[in-house]
């Protein structure tokens, strides 16, 4: 039987939350009502009645679905599905980078891209605010305020939209152009600050509390991380319900690794993955590298970053609030924490696009100068296979003009063309 195309927007399914939890306490908190941080301040984890699920769900139903986030509704928060909102999440497809590996003597097939650009406002930050703002819209409420360098923004603006919520966003002064303006094109008032995410986020914080707004920044409240969480559901089943020898992931707030890690242990808690799990690697910017610093030393929670500069704004975090579930991940993965320059970063998009025709972002780009650092240091092995992620679509950054100009009115020397 096949499921018309909607079918996981509109048919009502069995919902599992029992409860939240302190990511860092453990400590319990009601489900059902809305919630910032936890008592202690630190980011909740929602909590599934995990049984459940499964006597609930099968992989053979998955399957069934129509493809796309919703698809995994047993495993997400939203009870009631009038509150689901969507501008389309469709899976996003793995990509062969087989002409990249090659010159790093990878086999075919070893280097993997998980091409997070397919997504509505193009950055796989729809994942985390459809389901924030589907949750804000089913716990009340109207107005909502975040922090962003761009792409959490523009897609907090879309889905706002869409729920009739209002949407309040402040960015960095130097966030890329294009997300500013998309932003305030679907409907949000957005305001350019002189200063980092964190100094916006001390805004936001003012706003919530002189106007009443819901803070949507990263971590801050609990539901962005249960879409990003489906970026570990849907990888598990494109490969056959195992997972990559080692992931890459350009870490700024850290949202995707935390999501991706809980997915996983979600999906040996149901016996749907066995006991392998990739080597988590977070990847960062050497002018912004907090977690790096944390890893090397050996410490739970990473200190501010001063100064933070790259040309990598989606992971220009200088301090992120999730800190010690990122390095808890990267650490129980076996997996490690690597910055990358910029320019080995800018180098990595080039040779993407020209070898083989995948336009990364900056980000992105960002996880294939690691790989191949970690290729080259033999820390990624012969015969292993890496997935990287691009985050957002190479569409949304500057790209360098390489045209040249013709003058049809005058003769044309066709074998300098
Ligand atoms: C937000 C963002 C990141 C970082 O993602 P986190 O899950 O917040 O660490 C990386 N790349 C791009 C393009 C982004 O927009």
């Known amino acids: 039987m096949t499921l018309p195309s909607n079918a996981n927007l509109v048919t009502d399914?069995?919902?599992?939350?029992?409860?939240?939890e302190c990511g860092l306490t453990g400590e319990r908190h009601e489900a059902d009502r809305l919630h910032g941080l936890s008592a202690a301040g630190r980011p909740l984890l929602v909590r599934y009645d995990?049984?459940?699920?499964?006597?609930?769900l099968s992989k053979a139903e998955i399957a069934a679905r129509p493809r796309d986030l919703w698809r995994w509704r047993e495993l997400l928060p939203v009870r009631d599905t009038a509150n689901i909102i969507s501008l389309g999440e469709i899976d996003t497809p793995v990509v062969t980078l087989d002409q990249i590996g090659r010159t790093a003597g990878a086999g075919p097939g070893e280097l993997l891209v998980k091409?997070?650009?397919?997504?509505?406002?193009?950055?796989?930050?729809?994942?985390?605010?459809v389901m924030a703002i589907s949750m804000a819209k089913e716990l009340g409420v109207t107005a909502i305020a975040m922090p962003t360098n761009g792409n959490a923004g523009a897609a907090a603006a879309a889905y706002a939209a869409q729920a009739g919520m209002e949407a309040i966003i402040f960015c960095p002064d130097?966030?890329?152009e294009i997300n500013v303006r998309e932003i305030a094109a679907q409907g949000a008032r957005v305001y350019r600050v002189n200063g980092l995410i964190d100094d916006c986020g001390k805004l936001v914080r003012e706003g919530c509390a002189a106007r009443g707004w819901f803070?949507?920044?990263?971590?801050?409240?609990?539901?962005?991380?249960?879409?990003?969480?489906?970026?570990?559901?849907?990888?598990?089943?494109?490969?056959?319900?195992?997972?990559?020898?080692?992931?890459?992931?350009?870490?700024?707030?850290?949202?995707?690794?935390i999501g991706m890690w809980k997915a996983f242990a979600e999906l040996q808690a149901l016996g749907w993955i066995g006991a392998k799990l990739p080597r988590m690697v977070a990847v960062q910017a050497e002018g912004c590298?907090?977690?790096?610093?944390a890893w090397e030393n050996g410490e739970r929670h990473a200190a501010r970053w001063e100064d933070a500069h790259t040309i990598a704004a989606g992971i220009r975090v200088p301090q992120a609030v999730g800190d010690f579930l990122i390095l808890d991940a990267v650490r129980e993965s076996n997996g490690r924490a690597m910055a990358v320059s910029d320019a080995a970063l800018a180098l990595a998009v080039d040779d993407a696009a020209t070898s083989d025709g995948l336009l990364l972002c900056p980000e992105g780009g960002a996880t294939l100068a690691a790989w191949r650092q970690a290729r080259a240091e033999g820390w990624v092995k012969d015969g292993e296979t890496s997935l990287l992620f691009n985050c957002a679509t190479g569409?949304?950054?500057p790209l360098p003009d390489r045209?040249?100009?013709?003058?049809?009115?005058q003769p044309i020397d066709w074998t300098a063309i």
């Not at 570990?232 to 850290?254: H, M, N, R, S």
């Not at 590298?289 to 610093?293: I, S």
């Not at 045209?403 to 009115?409: F, G």
């Open 289 to 293: 590298a907090p977690m790096v610093r």
């Open 395 to 397: 569409l949304k950054y």
């Open 13 to 20: 399914r069995p919902t599992f939350v029992t409860h939240l």
């Open 403 to 409: 045209s040249k100009t013709l003058d049809r009115h």
């Open 115 to 129: 091409d997070e650009g397919r997504l509505p406002t193009g950055s796989f930050k729809a994942r985390g605010l």
């Open 50 to 56: 995990l049984p459940g699920v499964g006597a609930a």
């Open 215 to 257: 803070d949507l920044s990263t971590l801050k409240e609990p539901y962005r991380i249960e879409g990003k969480k489906t970026m570990g559901l849907e990888l598990a089943e494109q490969f056959g319900w195992a997972l990559p020898d080692v992931i890459f992931y350009p870490t700024g707030g850290g949202t995707g690794l």
């Open 174 to 176: 130097d966030t890329p």
